[in-house]
């Protein structure tokens, strides 16, 4: 109602004006090409899932659905890139887990994380994996947490960046273990991957999408998975809750998001597009063969799970001590 009752404003308040902007919108839109902002560097796990998407949009809707890169500041340049763009369905972003995280983490953000975006839709889930580089010496879960008890702060682990999930699961993790580990922030899983792969750092909680070739290759060595249950991708691989610390569950979450006040016709439409791209036959083929797993949520769905995913976040981040430094 909210978008309908904008819409009627925009066109100068008269009650006839209204459905012609509503067949507009609907029947015109998208006339030029689409950006799509990805918040981090290239090679990381939201250009794994965008890139079919992004493919099947471009052959469905008639324009050119491009990725364009915005990494730093936590996900908040991109974000607010967003925030800030004219609400008419040319620009989206794919916004994860850190988004609801930063609502807390960040002590002054440029956005609002409701208020100044469109929800369209919960794209997937995907599990993180705890890496270590093959020639590290921890084989197991436990030998990780052996050596993190033992030598408190020794250990570092790469991020995706402040406020990533890469970055609150350790730092969750570590807190509920009683000890610490030293965080390296990068702009993306990409550059975190090339640093444990150097052995600049010891170990990362990445998103499963972005490790798996590394772990498929033998240069990663697979610990555990961060969901309750075992991923299908990895079914060898324990779970945290199974080997060192029981009840542990975190994923990462994909939505997609367009700026606060895009018609509600643009939003359903990208809604339908979205959810058709990632179910068309080879795109999901190879989203579900990186480890995804498909959502597609309607619009207040999304919303309503972002407004609890930033409730969750506060009570990790506050009892975890986490900062975005």
Same mark, same amino acid.
């Given at each position: 109602?909210?978008?309908?009752?904008?819409?009627?404003?925009?066109?100068?308040?008269?009650?006839?004006?209204?459905?012609?902007?509503?067949?507009?919108?609907?029947?015109?839109?998208?006339?030029?090409?689409?950006?799509?902002?990805?918040?981090?560097?290239?090679?990381?796990?939201?250009?794994?899932? #965008?890139? =079919?998407?992004?493919?099947?949009?471009?052959?469905?809707?008639?324009?050119?659905? @491009?990725?364009?890169?915005?990494?730093?500041?936590?996900?908040?340049?991109?974000?607010?890139?967003?925030?800030?763009?004219?609400?008419?369905?040319?620009?989206?972003?794919?916004?994860?887990?850190?988004? %609801?995280?930063?609502?807390?983490?960040?002590?002054?953000?440029?956005?609002?994380?409701?208020?100044?975006?469109?929800?369209?839709?919960?794209?997937?889930?995907?599990?993180? *994996?705890?890496?270590?580089?093959? !020639?590290?010496?921890?084989?197991?879960?436990?030998?990780?947490?052996?050596?993190?008890?033992?030598? =408190?702060?020794?250990?570092?682990? !790469?991020?995706?960046?402040?406020?990533?999930?890469?970055?609150?699961?350790?730092?969750?993790?570590?807190?509920?273990?009683?000890?610490?580990?030293?965080?390296?922030?990068?702009?993306? /899983?990409?550059?975190?991957?090339?640093?444990?792969?150097?052995?600049? *750092?010891?170990?990362?909680?990445?998103?499963?999408?972005? /490790?798996? =070739?590394?772990?498929?290759?033998?240069? @990663?060595?697979?610990? %555990? *998975?961060?969901?309750?249950?075992?991923?299908?991708?990895?079914?060898?691989?324990?779970?945290?809750?199974?080997?060192?610390?029981?009840?542990?569950?975190?994923?990462?979450?994909? /939505?997609?998001?367009?700026?606060?006040?895009?018609?509600?016709?643009?939003?359903?439409?990208?809604?339908?597009?979205?959810?058709?791209?990632?179910?068309?036959?080879?795109?999901?083929?190879?989203?579900? #063969?990186?480890?995804?797993?498909?959502?597609? /949520?309607?619009?207040?769905?999304?919303?309503?799970?972002?407004? #609890?995913?930033?409730?969750?976040?506060?009570?990790?981040?506050?009892?975890?001590?986490?900062?975005?430094?």
């Amino acid at each position: 109602m909210n978008n309908r009752r904008r819409l009627i404003v925009a066109a100068g308040g008269g009650a006839v004006a209204a459905p012609w902007m509503h067949a507009r919108a609907q029947g015109a839109y998208p006339t030029k090409p689409i950006r799509f902002v990805m918040p981090y560097a290239p090679g990381g796990s939201s250009e794994i899932l #965008a890139r =079919p998407i992004a493919a099947e949009l471009t052959k469905n809707l008639g324009q050119n659905v @491009f990725i364009d890169f915005k990494p730093g500041g936590g996900t908040t340049i991109g974000a607010d890139l967003i925030a800030k763009s004219p609400p008419d369905g040319y620009s989206i972003v794919m916004m994860l887990t850190a988004h %609801a995280v930063n609502a807390t983490l960040m002590k002054k953000l440029p956005y609002d994380t409701v208020r100044d975006f469109a929800p369209i839709t919960l794209a997937a889930t995907l599990p993180l *994996v705890v890496v270590v580089n093959a !020639a590290s010496p921890y084989r197991t879960m436990a030998d990780l947490v052996a050596a993190m008890r033992a030598n =408190p702060g020794k250990l570092n682990y !790469a991020s995706a960046g402040p406020g990533n999930t890469s970055h609150l699961s350790v730092e969750y993790f570590t807190s509920l273990i009683g000890t610490k580990a030293t965080h390296v922030p990068y702009k993306g /899983s990409g550059p975190a991957i090339t640093a444990l792969l150097a052995r600049d *750092v010891d170990l990362i909680f990445d998103s499963l999408s972005s /490790s798996l =070739p590394q772990i498929q290759g033998g240069k @990663f060595r697979a610990l %555990a *998975v961060t969901t309750l249950k075992r991923s299908r991708i990895l079914p060898d691989v324990p779970t945290i809750h199974e080997t060192v610390l029981r009840d542990f569950d975190v994923s990462v979450w994909y /939505s997609i998001l367009a700026a606060a006040g895009t018609p509600a016709p643009i939003v359903q439409k990208l809604n339908a597009e979205f959810i058709k791209a990632m179910n068309a036959p080879d795109a999901k083929a190879r989203i579900e #063969a990186a480890g995804y797993d498909i959502v597609g /949520s309607t619009p207040a769905e999304l919303d309503a799970f972002i407004r #609890a995913e930033i409730v969750r976040w506060a009570k990790v981040v506050r009892d975890s001590g986490a900062t975005a430094e």
